[in-house]
Structure formats: structure tokens, C-alpha cells
């Protein structure tokens, strides 16, 4: 099927720094900032209730098995009824709120409850929300519009931890698991705000609906190079594991020198030096591929996060405890996810007309997904069944397979055709 593509209005502002790309970041940003201040702590929550590092990958996993099937469904809803707006803003507040159920959790149960509603939620919004802003920038601008708004969503997962971190440090203690609670229950300020912020400053552009458009045909549909492009994507997912593990991991290894709270708080801190990187790298990636083949800048970061994990299982196999070797693995992961990020919602708008990105964006939201069920589950099973330094190695020989494979792969010329970029991306 050929689709007739139109020039992105981006109308919600003059130029591509718009009133709904500046919104957009902003939201993420707050929804970051509720996310992440629960991820960072979270691994040591866990251990002060005695959840082994299994629960943990199947927990993360699981979460966003359940949410890549939203995408699917929900991508494929929009580009029927064309309209994007209110469930988005929905989405940001089932996950915004869904966290501070860990509070009350004594077990794995609730924390699993928690974080598959929050995933939900995640699933409902992200690719609506990415094909909005796609929409709300012109074609040759894309690159520059995914790359700010990681950037946004990344700061706020550089303040997340940060709060965490010094909640943790001054809150009392009546019980080790106490001032995580209070921490979860706080999480709902910023997320709640990001919900309110999307609904009042970010413009819903509209497009077409197709309400004839059957749910397997929205998917058929799509431009073959789009599709070709998602094996490298999903073989890469396989490996690519919640870097909550990676946080999980430099806890374990600074435990028997620090002690459990003070492990926690430096793995915590190395997570926002992630999350500081990631956010400074993501416009800087995303204007670079504005400007030059978005496939083979994406397979770089892809090895880059091969490396990292390679990293995380040669500091298992040594038990090496220097905090600047773990400082520079945590560097390399916020790297590759600012290209991850970045690139991988820019090629999909390369690709795929207007009217289809919600089905787009919910497939790649759902391979994705599912690799990161795969990627987490594996590595928390290793991890616990065999050693750390196994599981680490196996995801990195996927993640390295995966770049390897897109790297490899030549999507042809079947791209948008309004997209100036779309001689680079055809070779």
C-alpha cells in the first residue's frame, strides 16, 4: 500500500522549538523525575525485604512484556480514531501515580502490581506521544525535536536520583525500609504534575483518522525498510536489560566495603551520573543524525551498549570495587541509551507517514518490550542460577549480535518521501 505522506504542520509554534516539543520535554521531564527517583532506590528497598535479583529481572521484564501489548493496540487505535491527546495525558497519570503503591509492599507482589500498572501506563502514552511530537516538527528537523525531548526526560531522571539519594540521607529510619516508603509516597508530586503539564501546554495537531483500518492491516502495511530495520532493533532488545540491574550490581559489589544503605546511595549516585550523561548526549546524537545516516549512528550505540555489558561482567569475574571503573560503565550505558532513544524514534518518522506513526511507534514500542522482558528475565535468572558475570555475558554477546545485524542491514528506498534525509537512509 502507498501512502500519501504531507509536510508535519508544526503548527504548535514557529520552527521545529515549538510550543509542543518544549511541552512534551518539560512532562518528561517531571515523568522521569517520578520514575527515576523510584528506580534508584528500588533495588535497595528490595533488599531490605529480602527480594532475590530473580524477583527483580522478572518484575522489570514482565512489566514490559504487558506494556508492549498496549502499544500495539493503542498505537493502531489512534491512527484510527486520529486523535492522541487524552489518552497520552491518561497514560501519564496511571504511571504517575501507580509507584507509590511500593510503599505498602511487603513482599514481591505488590511491587510487581505496582510497576505492571505504571507500565501500562507507559505503554498507553510513549508512542502516542512520540508520534505527536514527530508531527510537531518538520522532517528535516526530527533528529534535533527526539533528541531535546530525551534530553527533557533525561534531566528529570538526573533529578529523580538525586532526590532519592538525599531523601535517603535525612529521612528517618524506625525501620531499614522506611524512608523508601516515604520516598515512593513522594513520588506522586512530580508525577502528577506531568500529567497536568501535558494536558495544558501540549496541542493535539490531529490527523486523518482511517476507521476502516483493520488492526493487522495497520501493521502489514508499513514500509518493508521500516520493518527490515526492527530485526536489528528487536535481536539487540534481547540483551538490552533494565539498567535497574545495572544498579542492582554496583550495590552487590560495593556492599561488603560500604554496607548495604551506603552501597545504595553510591549505586544511586551512579545512576544519576548516567542519567547526567544520557540527558547532555541526547540532543547532541539526535541533531548528528539530522545530518547524517541515523542506521549506522544507531549501530554504534548499539555496540557501545554491548561493551557496557561486557563491562558489568568483567567487574563480576575480577570483583573489581573501584567506584571510577563503575563510574565509567555507567558513562558508556547513558551513551548508547541517548542513542538508542534518539535515533530510534527519528528513524521511525524517516519512515513512515503521519497517519501511520501510531501504529509504527506501537510496534516498535512492543519489540522493544519485548526484548526487554527477555533481556531482564534472562539476566536475573543467570545472574541467580549461574553467576553475574554469565549473565551479563550473555546479554552483551545479543546486544553486540543485534548491532551487528543492523549494522548489516540495507532498508532500501521505501521511506517517507518528504524526509530530505532519505537518500542517507536508503543505503
Not at 23 to 47: H, K, Q, R, W
Not at 233 to 254: K, Q, R, Y
Not at 338 to 353: K, Q, S, W
Request: aromatic share 10%.
Amino acid at each position: 500500500m502507498a501512502f500519501q505522506t504531507t509536510t508535519p504542520p508544526g503548527s504548535a509554534g514557529s520552527g521545529w522549538l515549538n510550543r509542543n516539543v518544549i511541552g512534551m520535554a518539560v512532562t518528561s521531564l517531571c515523568a522521569d523525575a517520578c520514575y527515576e527517583m523510584v528506580t534508584a532506590v528500588l533495588p535497595g528497598f528490595l533488599a531490605t525485604i529480602g527480594v532475590a535479583a530473580t524477583a527483580l529481572g522478572w518484575i522489570e521484564g514482565a512489566a514490559d512484556a504487558l506494556s508492549s501489548f498496549v502499544k500495539l493496540g493503542i498505537g493502531w487505535y489512534s491512527d484510527r480514531i486520529g486523535c492522541r491527546k487524552k489518552i497520552v495525558t491518561a497514560g501519564y497519570l496511571l504511571a504517575g501515580t501507580s509507584l507509590s503503591l511500593f510503599a505498602l509492599a511487603a513482599s514481591w507482589p505488590l511491587v510487581l502490581l505496582g510497576r505492571v500498572v505504571a507500565w501500562l501506563g507507559r505503554g498507553a502514552r510513549g508512542p502516542l506521544r512520540d508520534a505527536m511530537l514527530s508531527e510537531s516538527v518538520n522532517p528535516q528537523a526530527v533528529g534535533k525535536a527526539f533528541g531535546l525531548h530525551r534530553a527533557g526526560d533525561t534531566l528529570g531522571a538526573v533529578i529523580g536520583p538525586l532526590i532519592g539519594v538525599g531523601l535517603l540521607s535525612v529521612l528517618p529510619a524506625a525501620s531499614p525500609s522506611e524512608p523508601f516508603r516515604t520516598i515512593f509516597v513522594i513520588s506522586l508530586m512530580p508525577g502528577l504534575s506531568a500529567a497536568a503539564v501535558f494536558w495544558a501546554t501540549v496541542k493535539e495537531l490531529g490527523a486523518p483518522g482511517r476507521r476502516k483500518l483493520g488492526f493487522f492491516a495497520s501493521f502489514q502495511n508499513l514500509p518493508r525498510g521500516y520493518t527490515r530495520l526492527l530485526r536489528g532493533v528487536g535481536l539487540f532488545g534481547l540483551g538490552d536489560f533494565s539498567h535497574t540491574l545495572l544498579i542492582l550490581a554496583a550495590g552487590n559489589l560495593l556492599a561488603p566495603h560500604y554496607g548495604v544503605v551506603r552501597a545504595a546511595q553510591i549505586a544511586a549516585l551512579l545512576y544519576a551520573f548516567r542519567n547526567l550523561l544520557y540527558a547532555g548526549f541526547s540532543f547532541p546524537i539526535g541533531a548528528l543524525g539530522d545530518r547524517t545516516q541515523k542506521k549506522g549512528l544507531l549501530a554504534a550505540g548499539y555496540f557501545l551498549g554491548a561493551m557496557t555489558a561486557v563491562g558489568a561482567a568483567l567487574l563480576f569475574a575480577f570483583q573489581l570495587r573501584s567506584i571510577p571503573i563503575l563510574a565509567a560503565l555507567f558513562a558508556a550505558a547513558g551513551i548508547y541509551i541517548a542513542a538508542e532513544d534518539a535515533l530510534e524514534g527519528a528513524i521511525t518518522a524517516d519512515f513512515v507517514p503521519r497517519e501511520a506513526r501510531g501504529a509504527a511507534y506501537g510496534l516498535l514500542g512492543a519489540v522493544n518490550g519485548v526484548g526487554d522482558l527477555a533481556a531482564s528475565a534472562l539476566v536475573g535468572t543467570v545472574w541467580t542460577a549461574v553467576s553475574p558475570a554469565a549473565a551479563f555475558s550473555c546479554a552483551g554477546l545479543l546486544m553486540l549480535s543485534g548491532a551487528a545485524l543492523l549494522a548489516a542491514t540495507r532498508p532500501g528506498a521505501d521511506a517517507c518521501p518528504d524526509n530530505p534525509q532519505n537518500e542517507a537512509i536508503s543505503g
